[in-house]
């Protein structure tokens, strides 16, 4: 672990990322020595400190530890953390606040084959999610809602969990970006009142507009989502899972998943 | 500083409470090495992390800690933070977290006598607070809501800025819960979508009922509120201001407010 460069794994009882969630973070797969898609992630977390008003450390440097990172685990799950600070007593930020940043090192989890193979069992929270323009699509340290969704009591035959807004409106995976296909087209949701842009999200994006495979994002209601053709989730973690449950409907046909699938796989390294 | 026990001012950067905001705190000022309202502030936070599912230290645990600062620190601001401890990468908390507990200590604040005697001026916040049902009335770690809020750019003349809802119902000050009076009915803000229930607010309430004040928890739109005989704001570590302008509007008479505030003043020491 690195906190603000130096080998350390403790940070102050006083730094706004605990006080407030103060902060941004960003989770990067790394494979033999490689971050992978490192300059999406490094561009996505300078966006959301750019959007919060958290001066973010040059890329530059950021790069320099991640490799230095990457040299001792070139395996491994690695998350930046970059937060305003340490500050004084009180919400308002003082303006000479030095951000906090710091990185964390985990193993690779192991998923079981079947979920890229045949999909994974969705279910549907019950926690909705709240609506906050000026938050929504930032990775941010606020995170209870994803913590009690995931601590709703489920069966674990569950692997991921989809979270609706008050209106019904499907957002994302507790931890995934969420897309549907129907009828050829690529379909995700609008994150412009909640939820969170992933990297992977944008992956699917640029490649869909690239391949001009028609795309729509949107406001998708979750009876739009159980009728759809096909469904998947992606993060940076686990790359991208096909869902073969949700509710009473299954799905057995994932033509434009695998083929989105595949195309993950070649880019890689990249 | 203390954390779980021990005299130090740093904690791990797995602690859930940085990772997610996953914890809750509550805010002392002592006065004469007494901690003002201490029962009732122990017994919210213990309500709180009820409602997350954290496990709450026992509060006799809690009283002796504070009494060990109290007489190291007896004119202070105290806060207390508990989050659900260090855990697995995840959002989804493993049953064996153990909770993080930690005190930490700051000067008290001086805040102009004219506060008190002449009432401040609120400003309206530009930012409008989202709704989640099941974490409204908690004073829980994910608060960046309040950080931008307070961050809006202002006149420093504001000496509190005022949150409303997505509909325009007023729900609080960023760091304060707010009353109005109207034709002798003390009024103040449902808590049940949004807001945090502070200490103070609960003694107003209960001053109220024991003093056959005719009471109303209700939505409040601006529009009633700026057209209130009355207007004050409430929190454990600056007490009880009226306020003097908000809008357009200004207040000169605070008769209930001074009532209210000279019953605060006397119980200090309780």
Known sequence: ?????????????????????????????????????????????????????????????????LASLLVAHPNAIIKLIITRGIAQRGYAASADAEPTHLWDVSALPVYPMQNYQLGIALRVCELRLSQQPLLAGIKHLNRLENVLAANEPHDAKFAEGLLLDAQGNVIEGIRSNVFIVQGGVLMTPDLSQCGVAGVQRDRVITYAVQHAIPLQIRAISLVELLAADEIFLVNSVLGLWPVRQCENRHWYDFAMTEKLAGLFEQERGL
Chains 1, 2 share one sequence.
């Open 1 to 65: 672990m690195l906190v603000n460069g130096a080998s350390r794994n403790l940070i102050s009882i006083r730094d706004r990322g605990l006080l407030y969630g103060d902060g941004v973070f960003r989770t990067f797969r790394a494979e033999h020595g490689v971050a992978l898609h490192q300059h999406l992630h490094l561009q996505k977390i300078q966006q959301d400190c750019t959007k919060l008003g958290i001066s973010c450390p040059a890329l530059s440097h950021l790069e320099y530890e």
